[in-house]
């Protein structure tokens, strides 16, 4: 059974490109969140995704935006990249049937590097 | 708005030592808690969690952790710690009414000595 697969491992970009980056959920789950993990601090949720819309979001700028797949799998857009994006970006995926018993299980995570 | 404090940012023990790792969190509501840790090199891991019933919560590894609700508290134990408990731990909740968006302590590094 696979888990939470998320690509590139590893992503480097100038200021003001724009990366995109992916993810697969676990099997069996049909809901997908992302988060920003910066060195020596907790993930901070950025959004979720279920049934390809944006269900909640984090304080983060329109410059993060997502979407969701019909096979659930799902993409994070970064626009107009800055220094300060530099970060590990997790993705989680979840049941939403758990209702409000969800649990989330995190992907190996996507290590960007703004220059 | 909803946090999680933990105020051990790092920790160092030896091994068969124990291990408590505290754990608050500020919200007025029904709440869910999970500790999740981050082996070096791995990905995260769900260590336990707690979504109602029993306080006293045993997760993987020999770890469990005890939800009191008058001290907002989620604190995370073990009673003899190995080498390989060696990580960085994660304190999160949701709220019961949105059970989408964790929040993350900043964690705490868990350093073993052999």
């Known amino acids: 059974d696979a888990g939470v697969t998320q690509s590139p491992t590893h992503l480097i970009k100038t200021r003001g490109q724009q990366v995109t980056l992916r993810c697969s959920p676990k099997s069996g789950h049909d809901t997908v969140s992302w988060y920003q993990q910066a060195l020596g601090q907790g993930p901070q949720f950025i959004f979720q995704?279920?049934?390809?819309?944006?269900?909640q979001r984090g304080n983060f700028p329109d410059r993060f935006s997502g979407h969701q797949f019909p096979n659930y799998s799902s993409e994070l857009n970064v626009n107009a990249l800055l220094l300060g994006d530099s970060a590990l970006y997790l993705c989680?995926?979840?049941?939403?049937?758990?209702?409000?018993?969800?649990?989330?299980?995190f992907g190996p995570g996507t290590r960007l590097l703004v220059l | 708005a909803q946090s999680v404090s933990q105020h051990n940012h790092h920790v160092i023990l030896s091994e068969a030592a124990s291990l408590e790792l505290g754990c608050n969190y500020s919200y007025g509501g029904t709440v869910n808690l999970f500790w999740y840790v981050q082996y070096p090199g791995q990905h995260l891991q769900l260590l336990l969690k707690y979504f109602s019933g029993d306080p006293l919560v045993k997760g993987i590894k020999g770890f469990e952790a005890e939800f009191i609700k008058s001290k907002f508290s989620f604190n995370l134990r073990k009673p003899s710690v190995q080498w390989s408990d060696t990580a960085e731990y994660f304190c999160a909740v949701t709220a019961y009414s949105s059970a989408s968006k964790i929040i993350f302590g900043s964690g705490t590094r868990l350093s073993i000595r052999p």
């Open positions: 995704y279920y049934e390809e819309e944006e269900r």
């Open positions: 989680a995926s979840s049941d939403r049937d758990r209702g409000a018993q969800e649990t989330q299980y």
